[in-house]
């Protein structure tokens, strides 16, 4: 339940949030609207960005991350609609199982240009914009896979999520004169649509039933329990905030310790 406080956190604020369209990207846009910013729910699903801005009175836009062109007009865009963008959320991302030997080309080629290269052009639309207007924020979605390399059957997605974890630092370090601040968060076993195929394709590459893939993941994780959307979506509004205003260049684990370093 949002406190009146909370309500009231981005009052006045855009934010722009990719693959708004489920999973962690519809928590995120939620919560953020929750606490009173306008938000922006981009989406290579244009449908189910609408769906999102529908249920909280936003806005929505399609949007291919990988794509140069569309994302520097997509926040150009909405730069000029809304007078600004103060907090853009990169979390627009994919993944997809096999074993190392056998993950193709094409496979590769799609986690990195989704998961990483899309980073990378998001946070130059948006610094491009952002600059000229003060500074914001940007808060992109790595992993905990981007800080540990052992996840069976994801070496391709492993290797695009430790590069945002990179990317991210390099751009903080970069924007912190401009008066943007970058950081990333890293969740773990969250139970979303993506994670609902990653556990069928594992059960089936590993040899063991789903229902004992997806207790592993369980009591790999300290806290008890598979993540929720929300838990990461409650991380990113505290780096988009002001309590976070000291902090850039980080990759926050929320994976109710799954991980921890």
Not at 55 to 62: A, E
Not at 86 to 94: E, L, T
Request: some cysteine; hydrophobic content about 50%; proline content about 3%.
């Amino acid at each position: 339940m949002t406190t009146p406080a909370e309500s009231a956190q981005f009052a006045g604020k855009v934010a722009v949030v990719t693959g708004a369209g489920s999973g962690i990207g519809t928590a995120i846009s939620t919560l953020l609207a929750a606490r009173g910013a306008v938000v922006v729910a981009t989406d290579l699903d244009q449908a189910a960005a609408m769906r999102v801005a529908e249920r909280i009175s936003g806005f929505s836009q399609q949007l291919d991350v990988t794509n140069a062109a569309a994302v520097d007009d997509a926040a150009r865009s909405i730069d000029a609609q809304h007078g600004g963008i103060d907090i853009w959320c990169s979390n627009a991302g994919v993944s997809s199982m096999a074993r190392f030997i056998e993950i193709t080309e094409d496979e590769y080629d799609w986690n990195l240009s989704v998961n990483l290269k899309g980073i990378f052009l998001c946070g130059q639309a948006a610094a491009r914009v952002m600059i000229p207007r003060g500074g914001g924020v940007i808060v992109n979605t790595a992993s905990m896979a981007g800080k540990r390399g052992f996840a069976p059957y994801l070496a391709h997605y492993i290797a695009s999520k430790f590069g945002v974890i990179g990317l991210t630092q390099a751009m903080a370090a970069e924007l912190a004169p401009q008066r943007i601040r970058v950081n990333c968060v890293c969740p773990g076993f969250v139970a979303t649509p993506m994670l609902e195929r990653e556990l069928e394709w594992e059960a089936e590459l590993s040899g063991v039933a789903p229902a004992d893939i997806k207790q592993l993941w369980v009591s790999e994780t300290p806290m008890g329990r598979l993540e929720e959307p929300e838990d990461v979506a409650r991380a990113v509004a505290f780096l988009a905030g002001d309590d976070a205003g000291f902090i850039t260049g980080e990759a926050l684990a929320v994976n109710g310790g799954a991980f921890m370093d």
